[in-house]
């Protein structure tokens, strides 16, 4: 897990407190975006360039980052 805090005054965006991004390893990408949309919730998808490392980001209710990191194959 890794927490990221950010400046209120640089960030754009909602107030979200102390804790502005969450971080986890998963391990099934196409099982988590299935479950997500089979419950309505919004999501991005992402791949970080020049990897084959894959992401969820969903916000919690409170306006917090969630963040899923998929390894590739």
């Known amino acids: 897990i890794h927490l990221i805090g950010v ?6 965006g ?3 407190g102390a804790v502005a991004h969450l971080a986890f390893t998963g391990d099934d990408y196409d099982a988590s975006c299935a479950r ?3 419950a309505g919730i919004p999501f991005n998808e992402r791949t970080v360039p020049g ?6 980001f969903v916000e919690d ?13």
Not at 51 to 56: A, D, E, N, Y
């Open 14 to 16: 909602r107030d979200t």
């Open 51 to 56: 990897t084959s490392l894959r992401q969820i």
């Open 61 to 73: 209710p409170d306006g917090v980052l969630v963040e899923m990191n998929f390894a590739g194959d």
């Open 7 to 12: 400046d209120a005054a640089a960030a754009p």
């Open 36 to 38: 997500l949309r089979a």
